[in-house]
């Protein structure tokens, strides 16, 4: 067996699929590895490192031809479907409802299509394979560093000769992977720290990294299936961003992470929220992206500074701002699903598995998970 | 008396010596206080929260005409002599060491030039008017904020349903006041972190903040005067820049903030030190400013990339990054500065008295302090 490892094409796209260290993990199933020359460049892997952890260093398009497997991070070149074979098998963060019509193509062109996103995350055998856990867990601890850099303050309370500097109130907008990273991580840095979720449950998650848990009248609870939150009616959502504004005027950061599967983010901080912020506060958009955001201002991939002095950072991919990180974490995440999906050197599909059923997107012609 | 806030000219400072908090502990001297306006805008204090705070803002030269105190932070406009007249008292961070020129004319100008980095910082009673300490903790926090954002790595060791990750290694070199700081806040972030100083009276300081202290074979030890270290010969400099290649080889982020009070900064990071240095390691060097740094690669103000994947940033005015912060904290050592010279609404200078025999540069028409 073949496992290829692309070299990634989306813009501003710096992770990679797998890593030197990782490498020999697969070779052991047994497998060899191609890499596409340049592909870890960007997460500061060299061709050489890849070389000697025994993959071979190949032409990007030689990993299309000839890999069993391939593997990926970002999101997939538009031209894909020409570029795969029937019977190859793709392993990726594909995320099919955004693309079914990518996905109808890779059907018809005979692939196995595995989307790491679609993992049953709540089952405790699958955790090792969990992609949106790990890149989360970058994408929360780099939030809070990205505020904390922009942020003209201290975030913890200073006692000093001339006087007490009081700590930074930080509020983190739901408590999934990346909102507990932050708060954990803006509670090392010395914050104050307050958290708020739709989902009453996480209440004691937040606790136990620190956070004080804000609850708001008339909302909620809105628990989903798997972990997740459900979509609120237009009715709720108002009166959630009316209480939230009250809570948002006196923050100095706050870190937005609300995500609702297979829907666009929902708008947490209103326009008129922003307004009301002092000057120098600053806001980090974890789910700003092309289905939108959860910040009425933030703009994708870009920092802007409103009239009122409130720096907002649309960070949607903050994984990629620590690619060696998240690429390592990305690769054990891999290593954790080809142990799932190979036996004896190959790739055999089951649909009665737990998992496989979670995953796997299209095979054998046909779309196998709706 | 009239107190005069200048608005600072120096390329990059957004600093202020004066916050609109502090302005009212100012008209208890008693003083009127007259801002230049615009004064406070880089550090987020608009003209109206000094005019609240019961200060009048006028014309920049109106202060310069019209003030008996002139109170400033960054470093002065080439044309200050001419702004400023006989009997005036002028209070900042003037470093008389580097330009003896501008202060002989100040002297012949007739003004009292008042420099708060010549405190004698290891007098209790002069401590809430230390200014380098309170600019440098800023700095000592900034730089490891701008270091963990450069480093695409996580600081803190994670325990993960994928693997471990371990944490940083962070090498302070020196643990003054920024050192301290540094320590302190990298082992907030969870990172490890060594810490060395040529005074080997630091070790306990730097233990208590949880930094492990590292003593070079052959080298040291040197304390200098008013609790600096004194400089070192090219001998002794030699063997610490190779011992130091050793450690420095090893190490995620490199945070330097040596500084000998009226000589060049010590180098301490040779160009074949850095060059050891792994792909994504961070090189934070405190002291780069017009006089060198203490990385021989270093550009002030810039943030460079080695061919062998190294991040230097020239970091030499952290604090003018966290102008709100610092500038509060400054204005509250000039504050404490003003109560030691100010008596009955005049400035009175008396050199019999320690602090001000410290930090009065010049005086009717003579120098005062060499």
Redesign the interface.
């Known amino acids: 067996m073949r496992i290829g490892v692309v070299r990634e094409t989306a813009a501003g796209e710096r992770r990679v699929a797998m890593v030197p260290e990782v490498v020999s993990r697969l070779a052991r199933l047994p497998a060899e590895v191609l890499v596409a020359s340049g592909a870890g460049e960007a997460?500061?892997f060299?061709d050489a490192d890849y070389t000697q952890a025994g993959a071979q260093v190949v032409e990007p398009d030689t990993v299309y031809g000839t890999a069993d497997v391939l593997l990926s991070v970002g999101p997939p070149p538009d031209d894909l479907p020409d570029r795969v074979h029937s019977g190859q098998t793709l392993i990726g963060l594909y995320r099919p409802a955004t693309c079914p019509e990518l996905v109808d193509r890779l059907a018809a062109a005979g692939v196995t299509l595995v989307s790491l996103d679609r993992l049953p995350r709540t089952l405790s055998r699958a955790?090792?394979?969990?992609a949106l856990?790990?890149q989360a867990?970058?994408a929360g601890?780099r939030a809070v560093?990205?505020a904390?850099?922009a942020y003209?303050?201290?975030f913890?309370m200073?006692v000093?000769?001339?006087?007490t500097?009081r700590p930074a109130e930080v509020l983190v907008l739901g408590a999934g992977v990346a909102g507990l990273q932050a708060i954990g991580?803006a509670r090392?840095?010395?914050a104050q720290v307050r958290a708020y979720d739709v989902r009453p449950e996480t209440r004691e998650q937040v606790e136990s990294v620190g956070g004080t848990f804000v609850t708001l009248d008339d909302v909620g609870p809105a628990a989903g299936t798997g972990g997740y939150a459900r979509a609120l009616s237009d009715d709720e959502q108002r009166v959630q961003q009316e209480r939230l504004a009250a809570q948002i005027a006196r923050q100095d950061v706050v870190i937005t992470t609300a995500q609702v599967p297979g829907a666009a983010p929902p708008l947490l901080v209103t326009a008129e929220a922003v307004k009301a912020m002092r000057?120098?506060s600053v806001i980090v958009d974890l789910a700003a992206g092309p289905y939108g955001g959860n910040v009425a201002v933030s703009v994708p991939d870009s920092t802007i500074r409103t009239d009122n002095?409130v720096t907002v950072i649309g960070a949607g991919n903050l994984a990629s701002?620590?690619?060696?990180?998240a690429s390592?974490?990305y690769a054990?995440?891999v290593s954790?699903v080809l142990a799932v999906l190979v036996f004896d050197g190959a790739v055999h599909v089951d649909l009665d598995d737990e998992i496989q059923a979670g995953i796997v997107i299209t095979h054998a012609g046909e779309r196998t998970n709706p």
Chains 1, 2 share one sequence.
């Open positions: 997460a500061l060299a955790q090792a394979a969990d856990t790990s867990n970058v601890y560093l990205v904390a850099a003209p303050r201290f913890p200073l000093t000769a001339a006087g500097v991580t090392r840095l010395g000057p120098g002095g701002d620590m690619a060696p990180a390592t974490a054990r995440n954790a």
